[in-house]
């Protein structure tokens, strides 16, 4: 079983920045072997793809909406996965989520991923 705890939302203004955190634990857990995501769902709509990054070589994948903005990382040393938030709109409100598998194909499909953290909150205000 694998336990996965976001961090570092907030209420930030239009324009800001913001980093989010992903913390991985588990017992028997070899989390550079993980691919890990981010997600996000704002009120009243359906959980979207945001992010992606490969365990294996570390590739990253973005939703085109957030493409030159936002950026993943990994640090495996720390069993951690990060999203740097640049230039951030009204309309990246929501919920973010992170989700990790082993060995992902669909990168972008929710039912890619079996673990998900409990989500943290992201509010840009005009």
């Known amino acids: 079983q694998v336990q996965l705890v976001e961090s570092g939302g907030g209420l930030v203004q239009a324009g800001a920045s913001l980093m989010l955190s992903c913390a991985a634990s588990?017992?028997?857990?070899?989390?550079?072997?993980?691919?890990m995501a981010w997600f996000r769902q704002a009120p009243g709509k359906e959980r979207e793809f945001v992010a992606h990054i490969r365990g294996s070589d570390g590739i990253t994948y973005y939703a085109d909406s957030v493409k030159g903005r936002f950026f993943i990382s990994r640090d495996n040393a720390k069993n951690s996965v990060y999203l740097q938030m640049n230039s951030l709109k009204p309309e990246d409100t929501a919920v973010y989520y992170c989700?990790?598998?082993?060995?992902?194909?669909?990168?972008?499909?929710?039912?890619?991923?079996?673990?998900w953290g409990q989500g943290t909150q992201v509010t840009v205000s005009s």
């Open positions: 588990g017992r028997y857990f070899s989390f550079n072997h993980y691919d």
């Open positions: 989700g990790g598998a082993l060995y992902v194909t669909a990168y972008s499909q929710q039912r890619s991923y079996n673990y």
